[in-house]
């Protein structure tokens, strides 16, 4: 059974930074890449940023970049998402999400992984 749990979300203000964490169990992590997306009240799930199965590749949104990197560390199983310069936009739950196929690139379609956590929530007041 494959378990995704994310942590490190809260409330900072605007201009803060927050480090979240994905661990993962119950499959071969080391071989998935690994996605963050996030879902505000009321708007659709968007994605965020996205990391190749060895971490050489990352991707994030255009919204992000700049601010937010993605990490991994396979020893650990874990995946980071270190968010700098929070603004009040960036207020939504974050769910990390591992892909469908191993040895993959980083993607920013949902539907390319299957795998969710249950979502951390990050409240960015301003």
């Known amino acids: 059974q494959v378990q995704l749990v994310e942590s490190g979300g809260g409330l900072v203000q605007a201009g803060g930074s927050l480090r979240l964490s994905c661990a993962a169990s119950g499959r071969t992590f080391s071989t998935y890449a690994v996605g963050w997306f996030r879902q505000a009240p009321g708007k659709e799930r968007e994605f965020v940023a996205a990391?190749?199965?060895?971490?050489?590749?990352?991707t994030q949104a255009d919204s992000v970049k700049g601010r937010f990197t993605i990490s991994r560390d396979n020893t650990k199983n874990t995946v980071y998402l270190q968010m700098n310069s929070l603004l009040p936009e960036d207020t939504a739950i974050y769910y990390c999400a591992l892909a469908r196929r191993s040895y993959s690139i980083a993607t920013t379609n949902a539907r390319d992984y299957d795998y969710w956590g249950q979502g951390t929530q990050v409240a960015v007041s301003s």
């Open positions: 990391i190749s199965w060895g971490g050489s590749r990352t």
